[in-house]
């Protein structure tokens, strides 16, 4: 202590408020990753907003408003759009929140596209909806066994440098893709050549696809001028521009006849604002699948399960952490093995209330883009997701192409990340251009990991190099050749 300071000075208790501050701020290390508050709020709120499209699209996937426009199990059965609606908002913000607080990352959770796609189309045949949510369950808890065993760190470690970076770069280009095609901006031609086209038969034709396109280049310029809150401004003015045009054309939505119409939703203001929350499908699950369909076709569905879920997550984090800045020159990131067990939760959590898997959204990039570094941007987005429970009718304001128009954003940020990326030796140079390019055109992360790892693992052993292959990756590609070749493998189960 120097002559100048008195013993009253450097005793006095700071103000309770300030010393909660602070132990908030060093329990999610805000200021030691080089945020603040008011970005983590932002980047809180720019989270939910892109992700708030899955309180509308979970429902219209696994349920419908009745028994002839919904996916119909194997006894008739289907899941109200309210209630799912309902579950996907509870579970997405309870998730959210505890990934935030034990993982202290900026991860936002939700029902997994793929997954729930996954249920609506093939297993829902075979089984009831609550013997398909008992599958989700037990994937989750080999998930969690995986986890805290320590057994998925370790693949994760096992996961050459050059492979993590090519995830994120692919990752980068697979949400692109993804914005550019629920804008419209990019459509199936419906001929076996080109498949893709840009917009209607080659035009710009429609409003919701030009609302995209001012979207993109504005919150473009906002970013390159390095505009605080960019995102979030440019999607909130965006936003704003779309329902003005709506009301001026009457543009409606598509309902998948519609071609000019907004994708998902129409960005009307609604008549009501509040919507009580029916949470009845909490606990409709069962565990009846083995034996209405057998113990291996049930297993095989499980392993579906593991291998989507396990994949899609650790590829979600690697290409978020590098995002953030968050990861080592290894591609690690602090508290991996929490990730990966609350990751797992979500799984179980989302099938015990009949959401499909719950797991890491890659428009979590939005809001890191926005500069959420911490768990508390995901606080802040459980909170608004948990909120969208009560005023579902909120949550259809900002319409998919808006969103759309971040996720570009977001995937041109993370393709950057292939400028660390050497490609003058072919054989690191195939498996990385594989795991890149496979994401986006298959509709899949995990399929890109897979092609990466296989054609990792035989094109570096046949080009001399099998000593510097982990073993561990060895198992693992032989899981994803049966994971590619499952089809053909459930017909010989029968």
Do not use: C
Not at 267 to 278: E, H, I
Not at 324 to 352: C, H, M, N
């Amino acid at each position: 202590m120097s002559s100048t300071e008195s013993p009253t000075q450097v005793s006095s208790p700071q103000p309770a408020s300030r010393s909660l501050k602070a132990r908030i701020d060093s329990y999610f290390e805000i200021t030691s990753r080089g945020s603040t508050w008011s970005r983590e709020f932002r980047g809180g709120v720019v989270t939910f907003v892109t992700m708030a499209y899955i309180v509308i699209l979970n429902p219209l996937i696994l349920g419908g408003f009745s028994a002839d426009q919904a996916a119909v199990d194997v006894e008739g059965g289907w899941l109200p759009n309210e209630q799912v609606a309902a579950v996907t908002a509870l579970t997405a913000g309870v998730m959210t929140i505890l990934f935030g607080v034990i993982a202290r990352l900026p991860y936002g959770f939700a029902a997994g596209l793929g997954i729930n796609s996954f249920l609506a189309v093939s297993v829902v045949g075979q089984v009831t909806w609550a013997e398909a949510m008992g599958l989700v369950v037990i994937n989750g808890l080999i998930i969690v066994l995986l986890a805290s065993t320590g057994l998925r760190e370790l693949i994760f470690n096992a996961i050459p440098r050059p492979l993590k970076i090519a995830i994120t770069v692919g990752i980068g280009l697979f949400i692109a893709f993804i914005g550019l095609v629920d804008s419209g901006f990019v459509r199936a031609s419906g001929a076996n050549s080109p498949p893709v086209q840009l917009g209607d038969a080659g035009s710009i034709a429609t409003l919701p696809t030009a609302v995209f396109v001012i979207g993109l280049i504005f919150m473009g310029v906002l970013l390159a001028r390095k505009v605080k809150a960019a995102l979030l401004i440019g999607i909130v003015a965006t936003t704003i521009v779309a329902v003005i045009l709506e009301a001026i054309f009457k543009v409606g939505p598509s309902f998948g006849t519609n071609p000019a119409g907004w994708n998902l939703n129409a960005p009307v203001l609604p008549t009501s604002v509040v919507a009580v929350p029916d949470l009845g499908l909490i606990g409709e699950v069962s565990f009846g699948a083995f034996e209405r369909i057998g113990m291996l076709a049930a297993v095989m569905l499980v392993f579906t399960l593991v291998f989507t879920n396990f994949f899609d997550a650790m590829g979600t984090m690697t290409g978020l952490a590098s995002e953030a800045g968050l990861a080592d020159k290894d591609g690690k990131f602090p508290r991996l093995k929490s990730a990966l067990i609350v990751e797992g939760i979500g799984a179980v959590a989302g099938g015990a209330t009949s959401a499909s898997s719950n797991t890491v959204f890659i428009e979590s990039g939005a809001g890191i883009g926005e500069g959420a570094r911490t768990g508390v941007a995901n606080v802040i987005t459980g909170i608004l997701f948990l909120a969208a429970m009560f005023f579902t009718p909120l949550t259809q304001i900002v319409p998919l192409e808006v969103a759309a128009a971040a996720l570009v954003i977001v995937g041109a940020l993370m393709v950057s990340q292939i400028r660390h990326l050497d490609f003058t030796e072919f054989s690191s140079t195939l498996p990385i251009f594989l795991t890149i390019i496979v994401m986006p055109l298959t509709y899949s992360i995990a399929n890109g990991i897979g092609a990466g790892f296989i054609s990792w693992v035989l094109v570096r052993s046949l080009s001399g190099k099998a000593r510097e292959i982990s073993p561990l990756l060895w198992v693992v590609a032989v899981g994803f050749v049966l994971y590619f070749v499952r089809g053909p493998v459930e017909l010989l189960i029968g």
